[in-house]
């Protein structure tokens, strides 16, 4: 079963990529009780072979399902199905994505009002030359790695090192959450749009509209996070082209 560059049923423009077809795969057979809770998937070299796919992607497809709660990984033992539905709340790393959506609340909407009065043109420059590298970047990996540091260098705009340090703590979580968010929700093209109009604000020295766009920006990543747990978006593998 060959998932590379898969497509969408009814969507020409949305294509598949390797990795969300295989997460896809999976999560649907757990969920539909083809790998009962306890049950251990199929090695990773057994899967690639299954999809005709390397085993990175087999692996990012297991870490998916680790994010959403469906499984567990076991060093040298292997992944075992422990729900048949997402976690409500999943993991990225030591944080849940509610601790991270109530942290950053509390912390980047105010970040970004400070940066919009106390930041300096080193600052502006910056956050202008990594929007500049988002919009153009092709490589998720790339484009995750530039929005933590997206992220942070707002924080330290805003002239409180509390607020840098808070978020360089959650920085890997926050990579995680966004790889996730870019994988199976969409949401790199979103982002680079919602991350322009938040640098705008900033630039402008507009304390309210940067907290303003830094507040809607959050709540996209949240809805996008809510339509990933609940499947809103989700794709069955009868859906792609086809196949099942």
Request: glycine content about 8%.
């Amino acid at each position: 079963m060959n998932l590379s560059d898969s497509q969408t049923a009814g969507q020409p423009v949305r294509r598949v990529s390797a990795m969300e077809a295989v997460l896809d795969h999976l999560r649907g057979a757990i969920e539909r009780g083809e790998y009962a809770v306890g049950d251990k998937l199929p090695s990773e070299a057994a899967l690639g072979r299954e999809f005709e796919v390397s085993r990175s992607v087999v692996r990012e497809a297991l870490r998916g399902l680790q994010a959403l709660g469906l499984t567990v990984s076991r060093t040298g033992r292997g992944t075992f199905v422990t729900a048949a539905g997402p976690a409500e709340n999943p993991v990225f790393g030591p944080y849940s994505a509610r601790d991270l959506i109530e942290v950053r609340r509390h912390v980047e909407v105010p970040a970004a009002g400070y940066a919009a009065l106390r930041h300096s043109s080193d600052d502006l420059d910056l956050l202008t030359h990594l929007l500049e590298r988002m919009e153009q970047e092709t490589d998720n990996t790339a484009w995750v790695a530039l929005d933590s540091l997206f992220h942070i260098t707002i924080a330290q705009a805003s002239g409180n090192p509390v607020f840098g340090k808070v978020i360089e703590e959650i920085r890997d979580a926050l990579a995680k959450q966004s790889a996730l968010l870019n994988q199976l929700g969409d949401r790199r093209g979103g982002s680079n749009t919602e991350h322009r109009r938040i640098v705008e604000a900033i630039a402008g020295g507009s304390q309210e509209a940067a907290t303003e766009a830094m507040a809607f920006h959050l709540e996209h990543v949240e809805a996008a996070l809510t339509s990933i747990v609940t499947n809103k978006n989700g794709r069955r593998p009868r859906e792609q082209n086809g196949k099942s």
